[in-house]
């Protein structure tokens, strides 16, 4: 049993390490709320003085603000059903005993450690160009025109681009509970001569309650920031332009720190909202 010596020693011992964490995070927000209330051009100026709550009105008066809102929101729901269906799915293919089952599960894996600019670039050129592209010869295959899938339907490629790098994390995740299921129980399911779908619905996604829950939040926290994707294939252009993209556009190209910094706090604001909503809708999941 620790004592209190030992647990004043363990806090003693973490202390630098949070106070480091602590300054990596507080240091930029601060820097951040700081820039929001001023008129800071870097080409015009510098720092032109204190402009209060004018940065915060312009960004979310424009008329980009609302449609980056509406983009980022339809692309994060987008990628998380596909890649928790299609997690599900593969998760549950994954376990069963094939030949080649490592090879196969690394496989699998392999497209989430690719670089969001690599994995962009190779669905830009190699699947979707409307000429030379992948799909492009499946189509003409089948005796349709291809799509020029980055101007057509902008929305729906971006998203079949982050879901393909983000499948992997939720196979890996949903493996793992799959893996840690009683056997035992869908052993006696099927002898009282439950369904594969019987099972399914009353066994095995009950018990991926949990790691659902959890795919969803990560995958939640780091979408709401997706830009090397855009940027790599429609740069914001056709409306994918999400609301890290438009702050992106607010302080480069614009070159208007603070309307930018003003943006940054609101997608903080945004991100916190989204995050407590999953925490209240299917958090409670992680209390079983």
Request: no cysteine; glycine share 8%.
């Amino acid at each position: 049993m620790a004592t209190q010596h030992s647990r004043s020693a363990a806090r003693l011992m973490m202390a630098p390490a949070v106070i480091l964490l602590l300054g990596w995070m507080l240091v930029p927000l601060t820097m951040t709320l700081w820039f929001s209330f001023r008129r800071y051009l870097p080409l015009r100026g510098g720092d032109l003085g204190w402009a209060g709550f004018d940065n915060f009105t312009r960004f979310v008066t424009s008329s980009a603000f609302w449609p980056s809102v509406q983009t980022t929101l339809v692309i994060v729901g987008g990628v998380l059903v596909i890649t928790i269906v299609l997690g599900v799915l593969l998760a549950l293919l994954l376990d069963q005993p094939m030949w080649g089952q490592g090879i196969v599960r690394i496989l699998v894996i392999a497209p989430f450690f690719v670089m969001p600019t690599v994995s962009a670039l190779v669905w830009k050129n190699m699947f979707m160009d409307p000429t030379n592209g992948l799909l492009a010869h499946l189509w003409r295959l089948f005796g349709a025109d291809p799509i020029a899938w980055l101007s057509e339907v902008p929305t729906t490629s971006i998203v079949m681009i982050v879901s393909w790098q983000w499948l992997p994390f939720a196979t890996l995740i949903l493996l793992t509970a799959v893996q840690s299921l009683d056997r035992e129980q869908l052993e006696a399911a099927e002898m009282d001569g439950a369904s594969p779908l019987s099972r399914f619905t009353y066994i095995i996604l009950p018990h991926l309650g949990r790691a659902i829950t959890i795919v969803l939040l990560i995958q939640t926290i780091f979408l709401l920031s997706i830009f090397a994707e855009i940027f790599v294939t429609t740069g914001g252009a056709f409306g994918t332009r999400t609301l890290t993209y438009l702050i992106f556009q607010r302080v480069l190209e614009s070159q208007n720190v603070g309307l930018g910094s003003a943006g940054g706090v609101y997608a903080i604001i945004l991100a916190n909202i989204v995050a407590i909503f999953l925490m209240r809708i299917v958090g409670k999941n992680l209390d079983r």
